[in-house]
């Protein structure tokens, strides 16, 4: 085995294919839902599982991708990842019924768990520190770029074809990520660690994270009084616990929470947490604001977030460089300032805010999250050590699919809440009916946006704690990264 000083381009090439069609489809069927409850003839409440149930998917499988990360190579895991995501498209594509199309759905999603943790991983092993900011910065791209289009994409071939044929678009692209992985992709660094998977671990944690996605994710449609709600969040923080502490006694731990007594991981963690369901109010609120209030259509809608999260796409690599030169820090402040002052423009929204004025505000606002997310992100993994990496990876991708359903779920109910209040107000006052709904849903809105803000201001403040990482690899590490078996440009 020889130093290999040249990152591998043409793997992580491979990997980022596979990346970029997992993440895309996260999205994609967001707009055909209303088609597909027609089609299959549904209910709302069935329908909305093929979103709730790829989440639980990945919130219950992304903590196990540690122990497939440290025992297999990446090569095997990425063709079991794409092996899986292609059968499960294919399956959701000629789905007779619905439980058949949420069974491939959910097969796709047990693919795309694995790939964002993997190809981080790869990253991390197959750049030095000073580099890493670069490659976390195209990443980044492929984070936002690819769920940015699923939804306008998917709102046009909806509304000129078949929903399935969202699925046979996505099938070729797997595929031929699938079979570069399975005749071109070599391994990158050599695991194989025999570790055995702890079987109560996967069941604690399948129960703790899915029932507190499950629970906070069905909250906005089932009220947060429904047993099935509040039973499956408490059942599933009590799992959540025992968990933890079980981990804390295992030798060779599922996920490794020990990482949290590195103080910047821990930091960059709470920021991106914060973050994280603060970018939620956006995603969420925007659309019930522009397609039920402003009555624009979901094309429209969905053509008016494009800019921002192409912003933001633009900008992943540019401060990935900036974060190389400057560190996290410089770019953290002024971008959660970005964030916190966009918030509150959304706060006070009008009857007559301008559709221009809201793509304005929400590409300004993707922009300073562009500043924020990978940067820190990358600051906290670079103070671990190298063996640390996959549990690292693996606890911000699941909590932060868990930070975006408490996130979504928490600001759903104070907007509730507040048009609930406000329509009471302006129905005493003898205001019309279709005056009382929408000026009640836009204080809702808006109340919730507020809210929001002082999440993103506490993510400020952090930020300001920010260090830049001062940590030298072991020779040891060193040899890890380097030591890659046929690795071939």
Do not use: C
């Not at 439980?99 to 197959?126: C, D, F, H, K, T």
């Not at 301008?354 to 793509?359: F, S």
């Not at 809702?444 to 993510?459: D, H, K, P, T």
């Amino acid at each position: 085995m020889t130093e290999q000083k040249k990152p591998p381009y043409g793997i992580i090439a491979i990997l980022f294919t596979g990346a970029f069609v997992t993440i895309f489809t996260q999205t994609l069927l967001n707009i055909a839902l209303p088609r597909i409850m027609a089609d299959l003839e549904v209910s709302a409440s069935t329908v909305q599982w093929l979103v709730t149930g790829y989440m639980l998917v990945n919130g219950i499988l992304i903590p196990a991708s540690a122990f497939f990360i440290q025992r297999y190579s990446n090569r095997s895991v990425f063709i079991l990842a794409m092996t899986l995501f292609s059968l499960g498209t294919l399956l959701a594509g000629v789905a007779p019924a619905f439980s058949v199309l949420l069974a491939g759905r959910m097969i796709q999603a047990s693919g795309a768990a694995l790939m964002m943790p993997l190809l981080m991983n790869v990253i991390l092993a197959a750049f030095p520190v000073e580099k890493r900011g670069s490659a976390m910065g195209v990443f980044g791209l492929v984070m936002v770029v690819a769920p940015a289009i699923g939804p306008t994409l998917s709102g046009y071939i909806v509304e000129h074809y078949s929903w399935r044929v969202l699925f046979f678009i996505i099938l070729p692209v797997a595929l031929i990520s699938l079979g570069l992985g399975i005749f071109k992709l070599k391994n990158l660094t050599v695991q194989n660690r025999n570790i055995s998977l702890d079987k109560l671990s996967i069941i604690f944690s399948s129960i703790g994270f899915g029932g507190i996605l499950y629970g906070f994710s069905s909250a906005g449609t089932m009220g947060w009084d429904n047993p099935a709600v509040y039973g499956t969040i408490a059942i599933g923080i009590v799992s959540l616990v025992v968990f933890v502490f079980r981990q804390l006694k295992l030798k060779e731990p599922l996920l490794e929470v020990r990482i949290y007594k590195y103080p910047m991981f821990a930091l960059s963690s709470v920021i991106s947490i914060a973050l994280s369901m603060s970018m939620f109010s956006a995603m969420i609120l925007m659309p019930i604001y522009v397609q039920t209030i402003k009555g624009i259509s979901p094309i429209e809608s969905g053509l008016l977030m494009l800019p921002g999260a192409l912003a933001m796409g633009f900008m992943s690599p540019v401060t990935g460089r900036l974060f190389d030169k400057f560190g996290a820090k410089v770019l953290a402040i002024p971008g959660l300032a970005i964030v916190v002052f966009t918030t509150y423009l959304f706060s006070q929204l009008s009857l007559e805010t301008t559709y221009l004025e809201i793509m304005a505000i929400y590409t300004a606002r993707m922009f300073g999250i562009s500043m924020v997310m990978m940067p820190v992100m990358t600051n906290g993994l670079n103070t671990l050590p190298m063996k640390s990496y996959p549990h690292g990876t693996a606890i911000n991708n699941t909590l932060q699919q868990v930070a975006g359903a408490i996130g979504s779920a928490f600001l759903i109910t104070v907007m509730n809440t507040r048009a609930e209040s406000a329509g009471k107000e302006l129905a005493a006052s003898g205001a019309a009916p279709e005056t009382i709904m929408n000026n009640a849903m836009l204080e809702g809105i808006n109340y919730s946006f507020f809210v929001s803000m002082f999440i993103a201001l506490f993510a400020l403040v952090l930020a300001l704690f920010i260090q830049k990482p001062n940590r030298v690899a072991t020779e040891a590490e060193k040899d890890i990264v380097y030591q890659q078996k046929e690795v071939t440009e």
